[in-house]
């Protein structure tokens, strides 16, 4: 929110650093938060009674692991196409130097759904759209909005194969996206 109180698409940095904490190295550690425990943890306590936010995303990818030291990338998106809404909570934090706040978020996750349990243990939280002026809201302390924080939908949701490409920063293209099969990484060896 705004100084009017009004809702606003805003840039963070990805990484919540606590208004506590004495360096923004703990942001390296806060990409996620589990939803079962950011009522409890330290880190998050305080950002989950004030502090919600909604991440925008068309899709995330995630590592499934093979035999070995192997994995498959894959992206996973709404079966429809349309974009997706993350839980997130967010912090403000005062960098000493240069003396400037700094806005920070973190994404929620929670267990897999049907579609995500083969290919990982966690998920980030999708808030479904009729949730989210209640995740958005003002948080009562005798019903906060813990139950927005399942898996989403199975069946709304769609899964494939993508290079191990995405697996480097330096990569930014739409190609990315493209389903792979058998897929082949940036060496030109095959995997899948």
Do not use: N, Y
């Given at each position: 929110m705004n100084a009017e109180n009004e809702r606003e698409l805003?840039?963070?940095?990805w990484g919540l650093i606590p208004f506590w904490a004495k360096d923004s190295k703990i942001g390296f550690s806060t990409i996620n938060a589990r939803a079962e425990t950011i009522t409890s943890a330290n880190t998050f306590r305080n950002?989950?009674?004030k502090r919600h936010c909604l991440v925008p995303a068309d899709l995330f990818y995630e590592w499934q692991k093979l035999q070995g030291k192997d994995k498959q990338a894959f992206a996973i998106g709404r079966l429809?196409?349309?974009p997706m809404?993350?839980?997130g909570l967010w912090e403000r934090w005062r960098d000493p130097v240069p003396d400037l706040p700094l806005e920070t978020f973190t994404i929620i996750t929670?267990?897999?759904n049907e579609l995500m349990q083969p290919i990982h243990t966690r998920m980030?939280?999708?808030v479904p759209r009729a949730d989210w002026s209640r995740?958005?809201?003002p948080v009562d302390p005798q019903?906060?909005?813990v139950d927005v924080l399942r898996p989403h939908v199975a069946e709304e949701m769609t899964a494939w194969k993508v290079s191990k490409n995405v697996g480097n920063v330096r990569n930014n293209s739409p190609e990315l996206l493209e389903p792979c099969e058998p897929c082949a990484d940036e060496t030109g060896s095959l995997f899948g």
């Open positions: 805003t840039m963070m940095r950002a989950f009674k429809d196409k349309e809404a993350f839980a929670t267990d897999p980030p939280v999708i995740w958005l809201g019903q906060p909005p």
